[in-house]
């Protein structure tokens, strides 16, 4: 069943396609009416001149080609496109890839002393989570929920609440300039579930960073390179978008 754009009555759906059919029988007809008046005119005004008929001829043809309907097009509001920040490759050394690295070690660390210090992790089934968070410029942490969840019920609440206890440097002049009012940053929290795309290294560890200060910038000295299997791991993290405030508010 649909609701008709006009009357506001339902409709079921052969109804609904019936009603497309005539949309464009009367869009072509009115094409077709329009195609016509137009050679009509040259005919009547600009009958001996091949010149300016073949002018006149081209413009036509642009303004048929050019309408929606005519065009094949779908008449609607276009849709707006999220800015996304790119992701940085392992071992980026630019102000963004050194920070991103830095946030994502940092609530992965965050997560892994919640499940590790403040819990037992026999509570929590194996399986991912995914979390959507705001991080401002100030380095503070709001808006965590969770996205999708295969861990059962104590996962989703563990990382919310490592989220909330999370803090970080500010962005440096180089993030702020990216993304003024913050981040909106979506990402995921493995558990004995290990994720080896681009060979585990865009991914965190965080029970190699619990001693090295991730929030100020200490996990960048960790080299993953030199570990030969990474799926050992128990804990794995790793940021999937990050995205503006402002562009994210715009879009809503």
């Known amino acids: 069943m649909r609701k008709h754009r006009t009357t506001g009555r339902f409709e079921d759906d052969d109804e609904y396609e019936d009603d497309k059919v005539r949309f464009g029988e009367r869009s072509l007809y009115k094409e077709l009416s329009t195609g016509y008046a137009l050679l009509t005119f040259m005919n009547k005004n600009l009958g001996g001149s091949p010149g300016r008929q073949g002018l006149w001829l081209a413009a036509c043809l642009v303004l048929v080609a050019t309408n929606p309907v005519s065009a094949g097009t779908t008449v609607g509001r276009p849709e707006s496109q999220i800015y996304q920040l790119p992701l940085p490759d392992y071992g980026d050394s630019t102000p963004w890839g050194k920070y991103f690295r830095q946030l994502q070690d940092t609530v992965a660390t965050r997560w892994y002393q919640e499940i590790v210090y403040y ?22 942490f709001h808006n965590p929920q969770v ?106």
């Open 147 to 252: 996205l999708s969840n295969t861990c059962g019920p104590a996962m989703p609440s563990a990382v919310i609440r490592s989220i909330r206890k999370t803090w970080i440097q500010p962005f440096p002049a180089a993030v702020v300039s990216m993304a003024t009012a913050g981040l909106v940053v979506e990402q995921t929290f493995r558990y004995w579930q290990y994720d080896g795309t681009n060979y585990g290294l865009a991914s965190s560890y965080p029970q190699l960073l619990v001693n090295r200060a991730p929030e100020i910038g200490g996990g960048q000295y960790l080299n993953l390179r030199k570990f030969f299997d990474l799926s050992r791991f128990r804990f794995q993290s790793r940021i999937l978008e990050a995205t503006p405030v402002n562009n994210r508010l715009a879009e809503r």
């Open 119 to 140: 819990t037992h992790r026999y509570d929590y089934n194996w399986g991912t989570v995914t979390a959507r968070y705001t991080v401002t410029p100030d380095g503070s």
